[in-house]
């Protein structure tokens, strides 16, 4: 994750015990830059840097494991990280298919589809499953727009309804107009 701090990383790395396990934190690629207090509008420094966190077993000797073999463990730091926002972005896009199946794909809808509609949905399912082969995954990731739903609007199912309460009351009425009628030429009234 990068970050920008007025404070500079003392170390490359340091270790926060927490009974058996702990959390190593890596500092890298720290650039010394200036910028300007948003309070006074002086100029300060600042510090640019990437921070890693990796999650371990705690040992007294491993402080000694990282400085011998620093360069793996950093990289395991990174792929522990970009593993666990692979796994963010991987979660989303399944909330996503998921949605898309239960509120616009599925067969009751699909077959009410005109074939542009379709190809449309089925490009967007595509689009989503193909986010992970994005060059950028999983830090930069370019969703795909939503095909807009015209099927089984809500203001269609309300105009739906609307019309059929109003035909209802018109066949009411109209029933009820036709036994006065009759009832008048029959002479029951």
Known sequence: MKVSSIQMPNKS???LPNGKKCTVIFYDNVIQNSMVDGMTGNSILSWDYEKYELETNYNPS???????NYAAWLQKAKDSEKDAEAQKV?????S?????????CNPEKWTAMSDDEKLAWATYKQSLRDITAQGGFPYTVNWPLKPADTTN???DALTAAY???????YTQAAQ???RAYIAQKEGTV
């Open 153 to 155: 609007k809500l203001s």
């Open 13 to 15: 790395f340091e270790i």
């Open 90 to 94: 991987r979660d989303y896009r399944d």
């Open 176 to 178: 009820l107009a036709i």
């Open 163 to 169: 019309n059929d309460k109003k035909q209802l009351a």
């Open 62 to 68: 491993l402080l000694a494991q990282i400085e011998s």
């Open 96 to 104: 996503l298919l998921n949605q898309c199946d239960l509120q616009h």
